[in-house]
């Protein structure tokens, strides 16, 4: 009897294993591919685009970008009877009939794009345009589950590329499912690219090519390490794969002046450097472990940038203090500076109107500590009511494995209920209704004392007898 049934179940997962892989065979088949080949002029002033459709209706084509039009010419859409001439409105192109099975050719013209940049290495005239691809590519609004896009550069040999998408073959890229109209990092020309992996996230770090005082090995290991550091929360990167563009500008005060991560096709960083510094002043900067620490959440609303700028500038310091590169009392000192710095920006508004209204008030230190101070709160308060089984590193992991990669935009609002909800707390929302109407800063000078934070001139000093003391032990060394 045992032989009979396991010959019977040998039979049954025999069947299950056929129809599984008919399933896939079929889903395989029906898969509709958009094809996009890339060429572009050798003085890098034109982009040659030829879209093959695949076989599903549609009838307009998008760009990210209203200045996306101006610069697309001798735009020509063939169905294999007869070639029709069209223009781009703005970011839309009204096809006005079915593009089905279908070939698109356009032009881009990279000579006319407005804020395009471009850089000069070693005194020679190497070309490198920081061109976003949202800005040349007009694509189908949605895609169905079974419908992808793959874009194939066909480059001169010189001529690099870098874009945010997965890449699936040689030149071939996979367009990820984020909204068209997020905005996206790109470059073409003279580049360097290099990809490092840092668990389980492959960078893909392109920088111009050319002598730089700061060499390309010192320049990698200065992102990988910021990278690694992030992994300190919990044990992996959020991602899978990410693009990073450095971007040299001459020489500043400050290693980093800028950088900013980006969400379109993908998640994106690009950092503009002084080249000159020495690498040692990149490990001890704040910026990479800020912009890649973005990647711990989904998009949320540029309203609400009290969340999403509040979350990676409360691990900006916390993180430099777990991988080392900051005591502990150094990074409480940082962060009691920056606390400092957001109370002395604050435009005498509540945080809510103040990240609504940016562009009238500019407070951004006030923004970013404001948000910062409320990550504390309720990391503290997670540590404190649970007796340390749960943590805010805890909850941004349950927001990985549930939200990340993000293909749509969150409310902060929505973020905090979701993560009250992963938590099975109240604690974020709290928070939320207490302060984010108030016009005051949420940590003052008792609630440092119950860290043990003491402050004197200034001056951060620790203290080990203070009731709250071990959660602020636990929060720098990465106890979860």
């Not at 094809?35 to 002033?45: A, G, K």
């Amino acid at each position: 009897m045992k032989t009979d049934r396991m010959g019977t179940h040998s039979f049954l997962f025999l069947i299950l294993t056929h129809f599984l892989l008919l399933t896939h065979f079929l889903y395989a088949q029906d898969k509709i591919i958009h094809h996009y080949t890339v060429r572009i002029s050798e003085d890098l002033q034109t982009l040659y685009v030829e879209a093959c459709f695949g076989n599903i209706a549609f009838y307009h084509l998008y760009a990210g970008s209203n200045l996306s039009a101006a610069n697309t010419k001798n735009i020509r859409l063939n169905n294999h009877f007869k070639t029709r001439k069209y223009s781009a409105d703005n970011y839309e192109l009204a096809l006005h009939q079915n593009a089905a099975n279908t070939t698109l050719y356009y032009e881009f013209d990279l000579g006319q794009v407005k804020n395009r940049s471009r850089w000069n290495s070693s005194g020679k005239n190497s070309q490198f345009l920081r061109i976003p691809p949202d800005r040349w590519l007009w694509r189908p609004l949605e895609l169905e589950e079974n419908e992808e896009i793959h874009v194939t550069f066909d480059f001169p040999k010189n001529v690099y590329y870098s874009v945010p998408w997965q890449k699936i073959g040689l030149h071939t890229h996979l367009i990820d499912r984020t909204p068209y109209n997020w905005p996206s990092a790109g470059a073409f020309g003279n580049l360097a690219i290099d990809t490092i992996s840092v668990s389980g996230c492959k960078l893909a770090i392109a920088a111009p090519g050319g002598d730089y005082p700061l060499k390309r090995k010192d320049l990698l290991h200065w992102i990988k390490n910021a990278a690694a550091s992030v992994t300190n929360l919990y044990g992996s990167f959020p991602v899978k794969n990410a693009q990073v563009i450095i971007i040299p500008i001459g020489q500043k005060n400050e290693p980093v002046p800028f950088g900013m991560a980006i969400r379109g096709g993908g998640f994106s960083l690009e950092f503009y450097i002084d080249p000159s510094r020495p690498v040692e002043e990149f490990i001890a900067d704040w910026t990479a472990t800020h912009e890649l620490s973005h990647s711990l959440l989904p998009y949320i609303n540029r309203g609400q940038m009290w969340l999403s700028e509040g979350m990676a500038t409360y691990y900006q310091y916390i993180l430099m203090g777990r991988d080392g590169r900051l005591t502990e009392t150094e990074a409480w000192q940082r962060i009691y500076n920056g606390f400092q710095k957001g109370k002395d920006n604050s435009p005498g508004k509540s945080v809510k109107i103040t990240a609504e209204n940016m562009r009238n008030y500019h407070a951004y230190p006030f923004v970013y500590w404001t948000g910062a101070a409320l990550m504390l709160k309720a990391d503290v308060a997670l540590r404190k009511n649970s007796h340390s089984r749960k943590s805010l590193d805890r909850v941004l992991k349950q927001i990985q494995d549930r939200h990340i990669p993000a293909t749509r935009t969150w409310d902060g609002r929505e973020m905090l209920v979701e993560m009250d909800r992963l938590a099975q707390t109240s604690i974020f929302m709290d928070l939320y209704k207490k302060y984010i109407n108030v016009t005051h800063f949420p940590v003052d000078t008792t609630y440092w004392k119950e860290l043990g934070v003491l402050i004197s001139d200034g001056e951060v000093q620790l203290t080990a007898d203070a009731p709250l003391a071990h959660i602020r032990r636990q929060i720098i060394r990465g106890q979860k």
